[in-house]
């Protein structure tokens, strides 16, 4: 018997028993289609991540105190708190070092409640010079940012993100409208164009943007967030990471800051996402062994069910591993079929939350999800595949 043969027989036996060939292939259906969408979830989340960085520039350099790679370690909390960063600091750099750089920005960090008309949030405001529009790609989509003068003389203006402007103003233009923080009147200069992001954190859509000099006096902010360079070349990322060093040692330790660049910074964000997107393939994978011992129960029962029909065809001269073959596609079918539903299932729900969070499916995941579908379908079908071809043509022919 030829091949084409036995896979239209294991096929005809499949379909023979249509429901109860769907609810063995259920348990492979949640397998394929979960561990499909998961790691959709998590590549497409990765791909987000990287374009987010990417639309920042490769050549630029943060300096933050403390230590943001340790690991979530105590002290790295404790070190991350201290106010380290000095403004003279910033300002030498770029005084020693001008040949390297573009420029940069200060950054503090602090919170307030803002308020128009009746309405009152909880707001993060982030002190920022004007040169941080340009440095970290912000553009005002209405109205404008700050300049140099309001940061010198520290006035009180904002620039809002988006998302912080619609829950105050609604449908309102919020440029040159009044806000309060902390009882102060601010005016709105302009508003960003959408940027999202905070990676766990609060939205950059949800900043109220501060000149720095005012946030530092009107705020009693002490502590300095951040510096953020932006360098001439990329191929000078390295000199400018050792220039800020050597002036940020004459009086801090090594410690007590950390000068990075995005590559750094993506890299460790990917390894968490990667390992996140690793653990739920993982765990969603636990149910393909589910589905696989599904595939083995009900391999047992069909050779028990048929056993006079194998008694029979080893009569007329069917071989054991003819048996056997049979069999096995017969288990390998019912899983790779329950792998294709699973994977239109994976796309259909890839395609419902696109719209809400970043999701792509993968290639390589479809093809993984065929290949691991395939395998356990032979590997727990091999067992009755196995029994079915020991059993004997006479013994076979007796059973009722």
């Known amino acids: 018997m030829n091949l084409a043969n036995t896979f239209s027989i294991a096929l005809k036996a499949i379909l023979l028993n249509k429901k109860r060939s769907f609810l063995t292939m259920l348990g492979v259906i949640i397998g394929v289609g979960s561990v499909v969408l998961l790691t959709s979830l998590g590549t497409g989340l990765q791909s987000y991540v990287q374009d987010q960085f990417?639309?920042?520039?490769?050549?630029?350099?943060?300096?933050?105190?403390?230590?943001?790679?340790?690991?979530?370690?105590?002290?790295?909390?404790?070190?991350?708190?201290?106010?380290?960063?000095?403004?003279?600091?910033?300002?030498?750099?770029?005084?020693?070092?001008?040949?390297?750089?573009?420029?940069?920005?200060?950054?503090?960090?602090?919170?307030?409640?803002?308020?128009?008309?009746?309405?009152?949030?909880?707001?993060?405001?982030?002190g920022v010079t004007p040169s941080y529009e340009e440095i970290q790609n912000a553009p005002a989509e209405k109205g404008k940012w700050f300049d140099n003068i309001d940061e010198e003389k520290g006035k009180r203006v904002v620039v809002l993100?988006?998302?912080?402007?619609?829950?105050?103003?609604?449908?309102?233009?919020?440029?040159?409208?009044?806000?309060?923080?902390?009882?102060?009147?601010?005016?709105?200069?302009?508003?960003?164009?959408?940027?999202?992001?905070?990676?766990?954190?609060?939205?950059?859509d949800n900043y109220i943007y501060v000149p720095f000099t005012t946030l530092m006096n009107n705020f009693n902010t002490q502590v300095i967030d951040s510096f953020i360079f932006e360098v001439k070349d990329r191929s000078q990322i390295e000199q400018a990471k050792a220039a800020i060093e050597d002036v940020l040692?004459?009086?801090?330790?090594?410690d007590e800051f950390t000068v990075f660049d995005q590559a750094e910074l993506l890299k460790t964000i990917n390894d968490v996402l990667g390992v996140l997107t690793a653990g739920l393939g993982g765990i969603s994978a636990i149910s393909l062994v589910v589905g696989g011992i599904g595939i083995l129960n009900i391999m047992l029962v069909s050779v028990s069910e048929r056993t006079r029909e194998i008694g029979l065809r080893k009569a007329l001269g069917a071989t054991p591993?003819?048996?056997?073959?049979?069999?096995?596609?017969?288990?390998?079918?019912?899983?790779?079929?329950?792998?294709?539903?699973?994977?239109?299932?994976?796309?259909?729900?890839?395609?419902?939350?696109?719209?809400?969070?970043?999701?792509?499916?993968?290639?390589?995941?479809?093809?993984?999800?065929?290949?691991?579908?395939?395998?356990?379908?032979?590997?727990?079908?091999?067992?009755?595949?196995?029994?079915?071809?020991?059993?004997?043509?006479?013994?076979?022919?007796?059973?009722?």
């Open 54 to 126: 990417a639309s920042l520039g490769s050549n630029i350099l943060f300096v933050t105190p403390g230590d943001p790679f340790s690991g979530g370690q105590e002290t790295s909390i404790i070190e991350s708190t201290k106010p380290t960063l000095k403004e003279r600091q910033y300002k030498e750099i770029l005084r020693k070092h001008r040949n390297l750089f573009v420029g940069g920005t200060t950054t503090a960090v602090n919170t307030s409640e803002a308020k128009y008309g009746t309405t009152t949030k909880k707001a993060l405001l982030y």
């Open 161 to 204: 993100g988006p998302g912080i402007a619609k829950e105050l103003f609604g449908n309102v233009d919020p440029v040159n409208k009044r806000i309060l923080l902390n009882s102060q009147s601010y005016t709105v200069l302009g508003v960003l164009e959408e940027k999202g992001g905070g990676f766990g954190g609060p939205s950059f």
């Open 249 to 254: 040692l004459e009086d801090l330790k090594e």
């Open 321 to 400: 591993n003819v048996i056997l073959l049979q069999f096995l596609i017969e288990a390998a079918l019912l899983s790779v079929i329950g792998g294709m539903i699973g994977v239109f299932i994976a796309f259909l729900g890839t395609m419902a939350v696109q719209s809400f969070f970043p999701a792509r499916i993968l290639p390589e995941s479809i093809l993984i999800a065929f290949g691991v579908s395939t395998a356990i379908g032979i590997i727990f079908g091999a067992a009755p595949a196995r029994n079915a071809a020991k059993l004997s043509p006479i013994e076979a022919l007796r059973s009722e």
